[in-house]
């Protein structure tokens, strides 16, 4: 991926901020519950309450603003630049107003607008204050443990948590979440499972589109992105980290799910091809 061609439009980075990992007397306890959820497929938005109710409330953090001088730090910025804006412009096609999300890189740690956010979840968006969290340290987990390394593998991510900022734009987090509360847990999770599959296919309608202007895909890009999200279906991190798979407890989709909607977004470059409610 040829990703130095985009424009970079600046991070919140919190990088080198005490995060707090301990605080409040949650111990590793709190880091056991994260760990196990994330690898369950649990929705990140949850987790953080579940360890912010263990640890107690913590401060609010107080990134720096601006662009990021080493590598990692400038590709987080560059890929979700190019996600806003490229949503920026399909919204705007639409008569839409679009408002950017801002991304915020962490350290282990960091107090958010869902509650505590724990590097152990692994990336995620919060809708309450409209920023997507990544400590960069999961995408070397990404690549050495899951076995989804590139740089088209980490744009993959971010796409899909800029993916659910999307949705919260449009509204459609909030229904899910409202239409959750009147469901069975099985019938909840089905609704989480379209939610997530949904921001895989605007990850591939992103990838589709960035492309189109910029020209930055090379050989093999696609392939590093579908591998991102077999790693993280929910089979598969189940068959992992139980050795057994549990369909009604699915909340993000199969991994053959998620490859499918990734492609399907990326074939048609069309938010109304992303009807996973249909």
């Not at 910029?214 to 929910?234: H, K």
Request: aromatic share 8%; proline share 3%.
């Amino acid at each position: 991926m040829k990703w130095d061609l985009g424009r970079r439009g600046g991070v919140e980075d919190r990088r080198g901020l005490s995060g707090g990992a301990i605080a409040g007397g949650g111990g590793i306890g709190v880091i056991v519950i994260a760990l196990i959820g994330y690898f369950l497929g649990v929705d990140p938005q949850q987790l953080t309450q579940i360890v912010n109710q263990a640890q107690g409330p913590a401060q609010q953090q107080a990134g720096v603003e601006g662009t990021p001088t080493d590598e990692e730090g400038a590709f987080a910025d560059v890929v979700h630049t190019s996600a806003n804006d490229v949503w920026a412009q399909i919204f705007q096609q639409t008569g839409r107003t679009y408002r950017p999300s801002t991304v915020v890189l962490y350290t282990e740690g960091t107090s958010t607008g869902c509650g505590y956010g724990q590097a152990a979840m692994g990336p995620f968006y919060c809708p309450a204050d409209e920023r997507v969290y990544l400590d960069l340290n999961f995408f070397q987990t990404l690549d050495t443990q899951m076995g989804a390394g590139g740089d088209f593998a980490k744009a993959y991510v971010i796409g899909h948590e800029v993916g659910h900022h999307v949705q919260n734009v449009l509204g459609l987090s909030q229904r899910v979440q409202n239409a959750q509360g009147r469901l069975s847990e099985a019938e909840g999770n089905k609704l989480s499972v379209k939610l997530e599959l949904q921001a895989d296919c605007y990850a591939g309608i992103w990838a589709r589109q960035s492309n189109d202007q910029l020209n930055w895909l090379e050989s093999g890009d696609l392939d590093e992105a579908l591998r991102a999200a077999s790693a993280v279906g929910d089979d598969t991190l189940q068959k992992r980290s139980t050795g057994s798979v549990v369909p009604d407890s699915f909340t993000h989709g199969s991994s053959a799910e998620r490859m499918q909607w990734f492609k399907t977004g990326y074939n048609s470059g069309d938010p109304d091809a992303c009807d996973t409610f249909g």
